[in-house]
């Protein structure tokens, strides 16, 4: 519980959704370098998320199944509560970067293309 309050209060000090536009842009630049953020478990649609989608998807997490998880691929002997704050952990991470980017913050955009393209 002392978790899910904490990335409650994480998601508060985000920056209101970007204009549609701006999603969408920001996305088809993001997939044209092939950019995929490390994420724990399957999450479509990540790069074109808002804010409530992400509280949604924080939410699907923290209700999946020792069965769910498994058809994830994790073990049947693995700390599943250890991997869903790690995944929430990524998803957090990823989202302010991608807010970032979607207001053009240079350094976000630097450190993408540091990671992606300067290779």
């Known amino acids: 519980m ?3 309050r904490m990335w409650h209060k994480v998601m508060k000090e985000f920056p209101k959704d970007a204009p549609a536009d701006a ?3 920001t996305a088809k630049t993001l997939e044209g370098i092939s950019f995929e953020p490390v994420l724990l478990l399957k999450t479509p649609g990540f790069l074109r998320m ?5 509280e949604r998807e924080i ?7 020792v069965k769910e998880m498994m058809a994830e691929g994790f073990a049947e002997n693995a700390n599943f509560n250890e991997f869903k704050a790690k995944h929430i952990q990524l998803l957090i991470y990823y ?9 053009d913050d240079p350094m976000a955009w ?3 293309n540091e990671l992606y393209e300067d290779d």
């Open 2 to 4: 002392k978790t899910e």
């Open 23 to 25: 999603i969408e842009s």
């Open 50 to 54: 808002g804010r409530l989608e992400l």
């Open 59 to 65: 939410e699907r997490v923290h209700q999946m199944t």
């Open 95 to 103: 989202y302010n970067l991608l807010c970032r980017l979607r207001t």
């Open 110 to 112: 630097d450190l993408v």
